[in-house]
């Protein structure tokens, strides 16, 4: 139907739920009142089922969501190498895979926050760290945008950064991420924390593991010499004594007999 005008006063009407057949699959009936020139109150009735809202107004962009209620962000994982402790040159990870979306970013479950003074570079996993510019924001400023700096060697004067999103979400803070736009860049998160990933096996492993096997083979082939010397010194050793008992004294007159 149509909206009323002032002088029709408060009005019944028949509201639609678009569905899989029709576009009136089911039917609600409502009131309005109109209160001035476009203006207007409704008095609603609570939807028989979910997945079902009133519309209001048309060529509006679509509300965002809330990134701190449950779903609406990713829990970005992360290892100590993302710390501002970890100064390693020869580690140049990236990150080129964000694609615009909130992250809380954990340690193990501990919140972590982006550090928000410069940072050196060859930390946090790579050659240039990425830091935020300037405060935290409060839980009341919701959504806020801030730029994040890229140390490339300029004295930390923030010549190059990238434009992203943070909220406080009381107990801990979302991030919306952009990828960056060259390597070796990343974003540093938390203070603590080696450049070793947690139960990454140290980068000499595999020739440790193949020095104890070849000590292992080394002292199995001594212990079998050893083993084959001692057996054969005991043969020896029994074949003299079963001599020795052989021996008659008809035997040992005759050898005395042949010596000089």
Same mark, same amino acid.
């Given at each position: ?11 019944? $009407? /028949? +509201? ?11 039917? %609600?009936?409502? $009131? ?10 409704? &008095? !609603?009735?609570?939807?028989? =089922? ?17 990134? #701190? ?8 994982? +992360? ?12 580690? =140049? ?9 909130? &992250? ?7 919140? !972590? ?8 570079? &060859?930390?946090?996993?790579?050659? &240039? ?12 400023? *919701? ?5 994040? #700096? ?16 943070? $909220?406080?979400?009381? /107990? ?14 990343? %974003? ?17 492993? !595999?020739?440790?593991? !193949? ?14 010499? +050893? ?6 010194? =005991?043969?020896?050793? *029994? ?6 008992? #052989? ?14």
């Amino acid at each position: 139907g149509t909206h009323p005008v002032n002088a029709d006063g408060i009005v019944n $009407r /028949t +509201v639609c739920v678009v569905g899989v057949r029709s576009y009136c699959d089911k039917q %609600y009936e409502i $009131r309005i009142k109109a209160c001035g020139v476009n203006e207007y109150v409704y &008095y !609603l009735r609570k939807a028989q =089922s979910c997945n079902e809202g009133y519309c209001f107004g048309k060529d509006l962009p679509c509300a965002k969501p809330n990134p #701190c209620e449950p779903g609406n962000s990713k829990i970005l994982h +992360v290892d100590g190498d993302r710390s501002t402790s970890c100064k390693e040159k020869s580690m =140049s990870l990236c990150d080129n895979t964000f694609n615009n979306e909130w &992250y809380r970013v954990q340690k193990n479950g501990i919140d !972590l926050k982006m550090p928000n003074t410069c940072v050196d570079q &060859y930390s946090c996993g790579t050659k &240039y760290p990425i830091y935020l510019s300037g405060s935290e924001p409060a839980i009341t400023d *919701k959504v806020v945008s801030r730029k994040a #700096c890229v140390n490339d060697g300029n004295m930390c004067t923030c010549s190059r950064f990238y434009n992203i999103q943070l $909220r406080n979400c009381s /107990t801990y803070i979302v991030y919306n991420l952009t990828s960056v736009q060259s390597c070796p860049e990343r %974003y540093c998160f938390g203070t603590e924390g080696n450049c070793k990933k947690e139960g990454e096996k140290p980068s000499n492993f !595999l020739e440790y593991i !193949l020095a104890v096997v070849a000590g292992i083979v080394m002292l199995f082939i001594i212990a079998s010499i +050893v083993s084959y010397i001692l057996y054969k010194k =005991s043969l020896r050793i *029994k074949s003299i004594h079963s001599e020795g008992k #052989c021996q008659t004294p008809e035997n040992e007159e005759q050898l005395k007999k042949q010596m000089p």
